[in-house]
Nanobody, 123 residues
Framework: QVQPVESGGGSVQPGGSLSLSCAAS????????LGWFRQASGKEREWVAG???????KYNEDVKGRFAISRDNAKNLLTLQMNALKPEDTGTYYC?????????????????WGQGTQVTVSS
């Protein structure tokens, strides 16, 4: 598997929770930053969160305190736990593998992308 694969998207009401998973197998992915991006309809792709090869996490201020990113290298699994969801969280969520151990926030800093999973938050 040379590209990550996302799963876990769905439709929830505001205040609800979802957990997204990303399968990113291979030793090469284990040492690199893994990130989550999202893209709303008609808008550019936006960085959401990242976890470095050392396990250091960073978050977009819009999701800080509500989302939690984690990785389990033994299981080749990246997770994004999303709580207190808001309508503005709606979009297609992508996991991506960075070009280095450290995490950055631009789409150009990542070179392997999943197909995406849809998250819809509406009342």
């Amino acid at each position: 598997q040379v590209q990550p694969v996302e799963s876990g998207g769905g439709s929830v009401q505001p205040g609800g929770s979802l957990s997204l998973s990303c399968a990113a197998s291979g030793d090469i992915y284990r040492v690199y930053c893994l990130g989550w991006f999202r893209q709303a309809s008609g808008k550019e792709r936006e960085w959401v969160a990242g976890i470095s090869g050392y396990g250091i996490t960073k978050y977009n201020e819009d999701v800080k305190g509500r989302f939690a990113i984690s990785r389990d290298n033994a299981k080749n699994l990246l997770t994004l736990q999303m709580n207190a969801l808001k309508p503005e969280d709606t979009g297609t969520y992508y996991c991506a593998v960075g070009r280095s151990n450290n995490c950055y926030t631009d789409v150009g800093d990542y070179n392997r992308w999943g197909q995406g999973t849809q998250v819809t938050v509406s009342s």
